[in-house]
T-cell receptor, first 113, second 113 residues
Framework: DAMVIQNPRYQVTQFGKPVTLSCSQT?????MYWYQQKSSQAPKLLFH???????NEADTPDNFQSRRPNTSFCFLDIRSPGLGDAAMYLC????????????FGPGTRLLVL | AQSVTQLGSHVSVSEGALVLLRCNYS??????LFWYVQYPNQGLQLLLK??????LVKGINGFEAEFKKSETSFHLTKPSAHMSDAAEYFC???????????FGTGTRLLVSP
């Protein structure tokens, strides 16, 4: 009955080596979000897709990019990971923007060596 | 601008005791309010939400919260804590027209036998 699925759950990469995190959903929601959560902090929104419309947060580094090839899938690409990018990355979905509930996946923990 | 303040980064209770996690919000328009729970190395799970209507909201796992407009508060309570309630709890606010879910800094609930 998984609704928001993230793969892999744990990802180890090397400093500067590109990495892609994957999110898929079975809810057919219009909106997909990517959050970064560092240890003992609240999730921080990186960007979101409303259907195919990409919305970047002003303070999201250029090093982070995203793709949404279809309704079900969304990818987070980190072009050149630095040590400071080690974090939990959470994908979430909602039917609409605004006051709709966001449903979160289990997250991918990224380790940068 | 919206904001959320969670008083107490850590709250400790004994098993069977009342749980009270505090949340105050700031919003210039009627807010939608959420409580999420996060277990270690997991994503966020929705506990409950307030949109409109009845100000006392019941959620999963025996939790409830009351929206008090006059106090701009949305405190989370549970009459009797279980060991399984030990987790991080996040209060969040969103308003219609804003596309971002704004989280508080989180409160870690510790439950002792």
């Amino acid at each position: 009955d998984a609704m928001v699925i993230q793969n892999p759950r744990y990802q180890v990469t090397q400093f500067g080596k590109p990495v892609t995190l994957s999110c898929s959903q079975t809810l057919n929601h219009n909106v997909m979000y990517w959050y970064q959560q560092k240890s003992s902090q609240a999730p921080k929104l990186l960007f979101h897709y409303y259907d195919k419309d990409f919305n970047n947060e002003a303070d999201t580094p250029d090093n982070f990019q995203s793709r949404r090839p279809n309704t079900s899938f969304c990818f987070l690409d980190i072009r050149s990971p630095g040590l400071g990018d080690a974090a939990m990355y959470l994908c979430a979905t909602s039917w609409e923007r605004g006051g709709e509930t966001q449903y979160f996946g289990p997250g991918t923990r990224l380790l940068v060596l | 601008a919206q904001s959320v303040t969670q008083l107490g980064s850590h709250v400790s209770v004994s098993e069977g005791a009342l749980v009270l996690l505090r949340c105050n919000y700031s919003s210039s328009v009627p807010p939608y309010l959420f409580w999420y729970v996060q277990y270690p190395n997991q994503g966020l799970q929705l506990l409950l939400k307030y949109t409109t209507g009845a100000t006392l909201v019941k959620g999963i796992n025996g939790f409830e919260a009351e929206f008090k407009k006059s106090e701009t508060s949305f405190h989370l309570t549970k009459p009797s804590a279980h060991m399984s309630d030990a987790a991080e709890y996040f209060c969040a606010v969103i308003t219609l027209g804003f596309q971002k879910l704004v989280f508080g800094t989180g409160t870690r609930l510790l439950v002792s036998p």
